[in-house]
């Protein structure tokens, strides 16, 4: 009987963690539909993020905001000095780096992050 207690215990913190960190789990909780009306309001120039050709996650950024529909302007330091002096400018150390309406990001991508921008 103890052990099935322990068992049922178990079960329920991992059937915790998995719904608190799962990666499909959103902290904004943003449906697609309401994500899909956050991107037709984005205007073209309000997010522009920084990247190099070679970033595994600026593809992976690139693909999420495609997917959802955001315009964006990219900047790809591999191709355009122009990038990588503002990239500089901004103090930036890693990519991908975007600059949501004004706002920076943390460096790297973050889908929670960048809705929370877009909203404030």
């Known amino acids: ?3 099935l207690i322990i068992l049922l215990i178990i079960a329920g913190a991992v059937q915790f963690a998995w719904k608190q960190y799962s ?3 959103s902290n904004t909780e943003q449906s697609s539909e309401q994500i899909s009306q956050l991107a037709s309001s984005v ?3 309000e997010i522009i ?7 595994g996650y600026c593809h992976q950024a690139k693909a999420w905001l495609n997917q959802n529909g955001f315009a964006f302007t990219e900047c790809n330091m591999s191709i355009d000095q122009r990038c990588q002096q503002e990239f500089n ?16 990001m943390k460096d790297g991508f973050d889908s929670d992050e960048f809705l929370q921008k877009l909203m404030s």
């Open 23 to 25: 990666p499909s789990h």
């Open 89 to 104: 400018a901004y103090g930036a150390i890693g990519t991908p780096f975007l600059i949501v309406r004004g706002q920076q």
């Open 43 to 45: 205007q073209p120039g």
């Open 49 to 55: 993020m920084y990247s190099t050709t070679e970033c």
């Open 1 to 3: 009987m103890g052990r």
